[in-house]
Nanobody, 120 residues
Framework: QVQLMESGGGLVRAGGSRRLSCAAS????????MGWYRQAPGKQRELVAD???????NYADSVRGRFTISRDDAKGTLYLQMNRLKPEDTAVYYC??????????????WGQGTQVTVSS
């Protein structure tokens, strides 16, 4: 129903910035929520930020004030602007979308992930 593909990961120095993108495609009735998750080695996957249809965003305490989630509906793309990066931000970042299919079923889709590595 919705296919997601992340891009923009890479190596960045501590204190630097990076912007992740998530391109969405497919046929769907509606997308209610889109978000970014991350998983560091040996740790559980955690929510980084999400954004709902009205534009309201939520952030993990660890990234609030440094990261900004945004959405471009015309391009079908979700973004995560990451500023003042820290080594502890190193993780695989995953894009997520939740909503309703054309047949009125709930769905939850994931991208393949993109690696972000922040050097000390």
């Amino acid at each position: 129903q919705v296919q997601l593909m992340e891009s923009g990961g890479g190596l960045v120095r501590a204190g630097g910035s990076r912007r992740l993108s998530c391109a969405a495609s497919g046929v769907v009735r509606s997308i209610d929520t889109m978000g970014w998750y991350r998983q560091a080695p040996g740790k559980q996957r955690e929510l980084v930020a999400d954004i709902v249809g009205n534009g309201s965003a939520n952030y993990a305490d660890s990234v609030r004030g440094r990261f900004t989630i945004s959405r471009d509906d015309a391009k079908g793309t979700l973004y995560l602007q990451m500023n003042r990066l820290k080594p502890e931000d190193t993780a695989v970042y995953y894009c997520n979308a939740e909503g309703t299919t054309v047949s009125m079923d709930d769905f939850r889709s994931w991208g393949q992930g993109t690696q972000v590595t922040v050097s000390s």
